[in-house]
């Protein structure tokens, strides 16, 4: 029974959308599968881990009778990749199978039943309810997203916490080494909440955000945040845990402050790091009167020198970072210049951007 019958990107674009939620390996082998459901001229595509889930709806003029099917989403990607982009796909269902032909290609693939596919519902009530231009949260997330932990034991690290408050929003992650801040005005006020949304979602939701100024509706439940951008909607269940008190982490009396053009350091810190210690990452910064000088070592005794100028009359220091934690916060900020604030030797390092209270790093010193 033919089922559909549409060009290659109007299947492929869709299946691409979702299927990054689906995982490899999974108890449950529907979870592997997409549902593909048609109804009167509308196609959607759903896929879901049981913590997020991704559907597109896209319009149809195929003139075939409604259907419902789950089939192996990443098969059925790495097929229609296969053809090429003007190819005509048709869907036929026989018996337990999917038969996808084009020309005289034929691929069958094993199905399983749509009504035993599992969705995440949201509940009716929703706690708060906003809207914001894709491009405003794409920026923000790129911002601090690099910070979150992976896969440590305190769970509630391994994601990113969303702070409404009144017309505020606010973005932060840490891994216990770092922690990145980063805020924006909405335009409607918000009820206070705090959530943490898990990494997983917010990988998917980079992907799923453009760099529009079309808004992307963000609803929270109890348990759950929804985020609706155009015909694409994202539902995930949020990490039930504290998140640390990000301000007592975030230092607020260190004098010794440096100026610095953001790219002549940037490339300064990529040349040092060429040869650090490839585990530890280590990085000295030497800071005397407008200027800076950066070393990495390693251990076959080789050493990278660099020295850039910079504004600094603070006090002279000597301190270690984790080059990647630096470079990680120079290669997402788009500034031409930024500010590091620093105490002692021991203290952490706070990174601003000058005239914006909306941006926070702070990076713990190592010893080298």
């Given at each position: 029974m033919?089922l559909?019958?549409?060009?290659?990107?109007?299947?492929?674009?869709?299946?691409?959308?979702?299927?990054?939620?689906?995982?490899?390996?999974?108890?449950?082998?529907?979870l592997?599968?997409?549902?593909?459901?048609?109804?009167?001229?509308?196609?959607?595509?759903?896929?879901?881990?049981?913590?997020?889930?991704?559907?597109?709806?896209?319009?149809?003029?195929?003139?075939?009778?409604?259907?419902?099917?789950?089939?192996?989403?990443?098969?059925?990607?790495?097929?229609?990749?296969?053809f090429?982009?003007?190819?005509?796909?048709?869907?036929?269902?026989?018996?337990?199978?999917?038969?996808?032909?084009?020309?005289?290609?034929?691929?069958?693939l094993?199905?399983?039943p749509?009504?035993?596919?599992?969705?995440?519902?949201?509940?009716?009530?929703?706690?708060?309810?906003?809207?914001?231009?894709?491009?405003?949260?794409?920026?923000?997330?790129?911002?601090?997203?690099?910070?979150?932990?992976?896969?440590?034991?305190?769970?509630?690290?391994?994601?990113?916490?969303?702070?409404?408050?009144?017309?505020?929003?606010?973005?932060?992650?840490?891994?216990?080494?770092?922690?990145?801040?980063?805020?924006?005005?909405?335009?409607?006020?918000?009820?206070?909440?705090?959530?943490?949304?898990?990494?997983?979602?917010?990988?998917?939701?980079?992907?799923?955000?453009?760099?529009?100024?079309?808004?992307?509706?963000?609803?929270i439940?109890?348990?759950?945040?929804?985020?609706?951008?155009?015909?694409i909607?994202l539902?995930?269940?949020?990490?039930?845990?504290?998140?640390?008190?990000?301000?007592?982490?975030?230092?607020?009396?260190?004098?010794?402050?440096?100026t610095?053009?953001?790219?002549?350091?940037?490339?300064?810190?990529?040349?040092?790091?060429?040869?650090?210690?490839?585990?530890?990452?280590g990085?000295?910064?030497?800071?005397?009167?407008?200027?800076?000088?950066?070393?990495?070592?390693?251990?076959?005794?080789?050493?990278?020198?660099?020295?850039?100028?910079?504004?600094?009359?603070?006090?002279?220091?000597?301190?270690?970072?984790?080059?990647?934690?630096?470079?990680?916060?120079?290669?997402?900020?788009?500034?031409?210049?930024?500010?590091?604030?620093?105490?002692?030797?021991?203290?952490?390092?706070?990174?601003?951007?000058?005239?914006?209270?909306?941006?926070?790093?702070?990076?713990?010193?190592?010893?080298?």
């Amino acid at each position: 029974m033919l089922l559909l019958e549409t060009n290659r990107d109007a299947l492929l674009g869709p299946l691409q959308t979702v299927t990054g939620v689906v995982e490899k390996r999974h108890t449950l082998p529907i979870l592997s599968n997409v549902l593909i459901e048609k109804s009167h001229n509308q196609l959607s595509m759903l896929a879901t881990d049981l913590e997020i889930q991704i559907k597109i709806i896209t319009e149809t003029n195929s003139t075939e009778g409604d259907f419902a099917i789950t089939v192996a989403a990443k098969k059925m990607v790495d097929i229609c990749r296969a053809f090429n982009d003007k190819a005509i796909i048709s869907l036929e269902a026989n018996d337990n199978q999917l038969q996808i032909k084009s020309g005289k290609s034929r691929f069958n693939l094993q199905t399983l039943p749509a009504q035993d596919f599992p969705t995440i519902e949201t509940s009716v009530d929703a706690d708060n309810h906003i809207k914001i231009a894709q491009k405003t949260l794409k920026n923000l997330i790129s911002m601090v997203q690099y910070a979150m932990a992976q896969q440590d034991i305190r769970y509630y690290l391994n994601g990113m916490l969303l702070v409404l408050e009144g017309n505020k929003i606010t973005v932060v992650a840490t891994d216990g080494h770092r922690l990145c801040l980063a805020a924006d005005t909405l335009v409607e006020s918000a009820t206070k909440q705090e959530i943490i949304i898990p990494r997983k979602t917010i990988l998917e939701l980079t992907k799923l955000l453009g760099d529009t100024e079309e808004l992307v509706t963000v609803t929270i439940f109890k348990n759950q945040i929804r985020f609706d951008i155009g015909n694409i909607q994202l539902i995930s269940k949020v990490i039930d845990g504290k998140f640390p008190d990000y301000n007592r982490v975030i230092p607020t009396t260190h004098k010794n402050i440096l100026t610095a053009d953001r790219l002549p350091l940037q490339q300064a810190l990529q040349r040092a790091a060429i040869l650090s210690n490839e585990k530890f990452r280590g990085v000295r910064l030497v800071l005397s009167q407008n200027e800076l000088k950066i070393v990495c070592n390693n251990n076959e005794q080789e050493e990278a020198q660099d020295e850039i100028e910079v504004n600094y009359d603070g006090d002279p220091l000597d301190i270690g970072f984790n080059v990647s934690y630096l470079l990680d916060a120079l290669n997402h900020l788009s500034t031409e210049k930024i500010n590091c604030h620093f105490g002692d030797a021991s203290s952490s390092m706070l990174m601003t951007v000058p005239d914006n209270a909306n941006y926070k790093y702070v990076i713990m010193p190592m010893r080298i």
